[in-house]
């Protein structure tokens, strides 16, 4: 995968159109030939970074014209994802000098729409690690979906939830 395309991908599909002039719709899609016009790249080249992405990243429209950040955004788009039971626990990749303020505010959005959770414990310490040495936290997803808070799967397999609260978190290492 180019490395240097996917994070100009990321950039522009999720945080900042507007700095290539790029429009995108409100559900986040944006022009193929825009895109390719923009970054000065061919059609195999963005299919090889949407189809060898390490995470899946970014995907296409069903008829290839167009395509969008499957997650991650930080400006509004509506993606009309599917509202999904979730597993009964999640895990939270994290570093331990946020943990005081998660413990008592709870896991909250920051710079994004949602909170990102992942299904797997390998993948949470991924995760964490981009910021330093790895905390992850449990969630009691089954509680919270016993109260009714609805969780989200994008298309890329993030469960995505809007604020997991401090009694639903646990320290796991
Ligand atoms: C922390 C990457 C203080 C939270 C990954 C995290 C993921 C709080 C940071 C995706 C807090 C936000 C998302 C609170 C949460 N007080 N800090 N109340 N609540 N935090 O990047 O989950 O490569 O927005 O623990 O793989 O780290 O971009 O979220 O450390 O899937 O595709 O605030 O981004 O994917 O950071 O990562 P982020 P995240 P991509």
Redesign the pocket.
């Known amino acids: 995968m180019n490395i240097r395309i996917s994070k100009k991908l ?1 950039l522009y599909l999720r945080h900042a159109p507007e700095k290539i002039g790029l429009n995108l719709d409100e559900a986040g899609w944006a022009d193929v030939e825009d895109i390719l016009a923009a970054l000065r790249i061919t059609r195999a080249e963005l299919d090889d970074v949407v189809a060898t992405n390490d ?1 899946q ?1 970014f995907a296409f429209s069903e008829d290839g014209a167009k395509i969008r950040a499957s997650q ?1 955004h930080s400006i509004p788009v509506e993606l009309d994802l599917p509202r999904q039971t979730p597993p009964a626990v999640l895990y ?4 331990a000098r ?1 943990l005081d ?2 413990l008592r ?4 959005p ?3 729409h949602h909170v ?1 959770l992942s299904a797997t414990i390998d993948t949470a310490l991924k ?1 964490g690690a ?2 330093g040495k790895p905390v992850v936290l449990v969630v009691d997803a089954a509680a919270m979906d016993a109260d009714g808070v609805p969780f989200w799967l994008s298309a890329n397999g ?1 469960w995505l939830t809007d604020h997991v609260p401090p009694r639903h978190l646990s320290r796991f290492r």
Do not use: P, Q, S
């Open positions: 990321a995470k990243r991650g939270h990749g994290t570093v946020f303020a998660i505010d709870g896991l909250r920051m710079n994004r990102h995760v981009r910021r993030v």
